[in-house]
Every structure is written in structure tokens, then in C-alpha cells.
């Protein structure tokens, strides 16, 4: 009952900055992790970062020092604040969401991207 929504990606040039924000609906219940993944043309969806109830926030060695990942609770919204941007942080970068049901197995809920080109 998950519906995301990211927001924020555009075109920046190398040493930018940008920040993308993701939008949950509703009360996303028993929160379990919100994290942000990033998918490059002809590559693979590759994890960026995570925010987790246990374990905190994480992030990719090759996002780490230039990107903070934020959550407003609140309001079931979450950030990436990235900065010192490289070409090869261009990617369709998306929201992802795990939450437990009342059976306490995990729900996955993606939203559909954000593109974020970063070129001269």
C-alpha cells in the first residue's frame, strides 16, 4: 500500500551538486529500511545507500564522503544530497523502500527513477 515517488534529478556538470528526494504515501507501517539505487545505461541497478532501523545509514565506497542520505520520518519522505559529482554518477537513480507487514515479511516498494546526467 507503498506508493513512491522520487523527485529532483537533473543535468549537472562534473563537481555539482544535486539533491533528490523520495516521497512515500501514506504511513509506511513497520519502517524497515529506505535506501537509494542507481541503474546506468547498460548496467546493472547498483545499491547507493541505505538507511536502516538497526543498522544506520550506509553507503556505496564509490558515493561515500560526497553523498548524504537523510530521512524525514515524519513525513516518509527521504534525501540525497549528493555532491562532488562525476560522470559516472549519471544513472537513473531510484527510491526504494522495505517495510514489514502484520506477518513481519518484507514488503518491497520501488518508485520509477529519477534521471540524474552529469556532463560538461
Known amino acids: 500500500q507503498v506508493h513512491v515517488v522520487e523527485s529532483g534529478g537533473g543535468f549537472v556538470q562534473p563537481g555539482g551538486s544535486l539533491t533528490l528526494s523520495c516521497a512515500a504515501s501514506g504511513n509506511i507501517g513497520s519502517f524497515r529500511s529506505m535506501g537509494w539505487y542507481r541503474q546506468s545505461p547498460g548496467k546493472e541497478r547498483e545499491w547507493v545507500a541505505t538507511i536502516s532501523e538497526r543498522d544506520g545509514t550506509n553507503y556505496a565506497h564509490s558515493v561515500r564522503g560526497r553523498f548524504v542520505l537523510s530521512r524525514n520520518s515524519a513525513l516518509n519522505t527521504m534525501s540525497l544530497q549528493m555532491t562532488s559529482l562525476r560522470p559516472e554518477d549519471t544513472a537513473t537513480y531510484y527510491c526504494?523502500?522495505?517495510?514489514?507487514?502484520?506477518?513481519?515479511?518484507?514488503?518491497?516498494?520501488w518508485g520509477l527513477g529519477t534521471q540524474v546526467t552529469v556532463s560538461s
Open positions: 526504494n523502500i522495505v517495510r514489514l507487514n502484520a506477518q513481519r515479511m518484507a514488503e518491497i516498494y
